[in-house]
């Protein structure tokens, strides 16, 4: 079974400093991804980021960037100089084959992060 | 609109009503995928279309929810006789193929929700 494990249920962070939001995952598929989604209070959940299981380099959009540790089995996002904006919870999340054979993403419990001016 | 649309966005029912959910999901998207998401938690995934199959049902909590997709693009979820232990947040996605390879990362995009309270 496909599980993902957020360890931070909430983080304050002064604005314009880095932050790093912890993700470690398990499955037995080789083959998997990771998202990193965010969903602020409106509720709509907003893609930031994916990183294949195969892939040779840690992705980056923007101001954001996934650490991935494979061997560590771990998928942190880090984002840089952090903005107001960015106060909401976010998501870590697996894309895996389940044992119906289908993908499905199985999603973490959340951080939920707060900028503080 | 572009993006995965669901109604309502906001349902209140008394205890042992039925309800049903809307899912309008992006057009040429074959999968469709239902989550809940309870307060303070992550979503749960409940269901997975392929076309117009259930090819994933494994998340659905008991046989007072159902879900059809009956033409492959609209789906509906339906619960029987509401506990208030199903008030939540329920999510809808769809993805391009619901596999991924290639440049495909499989992503799914979300709609907005139903939220659903029970009295």
């Known amino acids: 079974a496909q599980k993902i494990t957020q360890t931070q249920p909430g983080m304050f962070v002064q604005e314009k400093e880095a932050v790093t939001l912890d993700c470690t995952y398990d499955?037995?598929?080789?083959?998997?991804?990771l998202f990193w989604y965010k969903q602020p209070s409106s509720g709509e959940m907003i893609f930031l980021i994916y990183?294949?299981?195969?892939?040779?380099q840690n992705a980056t959009e923007g101001r954001y960037s996934l650490n991935f540790q494979k061997a560590r089995k771990s998928a942190n996002l880090v984002i840089s100089a952090s903005q107001l904006g960015d106060s909401a919870m976010y998501f870590c999340?697996?894309?895996?084959?389940?044992?119906?054979?289908?993908?499905?993403?199985?999603f973490g419990t959340g951080t939920r992060l707060t900028i503080i001016p | 609109g572009a993006g995965v649309s669901q109604t309502p966005s906001n349902k209140v029912t008394e205890k042992g009503k039925y309800v049903e959910l809307r899912c309008d999901p992006i057009?040429?998207?074959?999968?469709l995928y239902w989550y809940r998401q309870s307060l303070g938690q992550g979503p749960e995934f409940l269901i997975y279309?392929?076309?117009?199959?259930?090819?994933?049902d494994s998340g659905l909590p008991n046989d007072r929810f159902f879900a059809v997709r009956p033409e492959g693009s609209v789906s509906t979820l339906k619960i029987q006789r509401t506990e208030r232990g199903d008030s939540a947040v329920y999510l809808c996605?769809?993805?391009?193929?619901?596999?991924?390879?290639?440049?495909?990362?499989?992503?799914?995009?979300f709609g907005e929700g139903s939220r659903l309270t029970v009295l």
């Open positions: 996605a769809s993805s391009l193929t619901g596999t991924s390879g290639g440049r495909n990362t499989g992503e799914l995009f």
């Open positions: 499955t037995s598929d080789p083959s998997y991804g």
């Open positions: 990183q294949g299981s195969y892939d040779q």
């Open positions: 999340a697996m894309r895996a084959r389940s044992n119906f054979g289908n993908e499905k993403l199985t």
């Open positions: 057009s040429g998207h074959t999968a």
């Open positions: 279309f392929q076309g117009t199959g259930a090819a994933d």
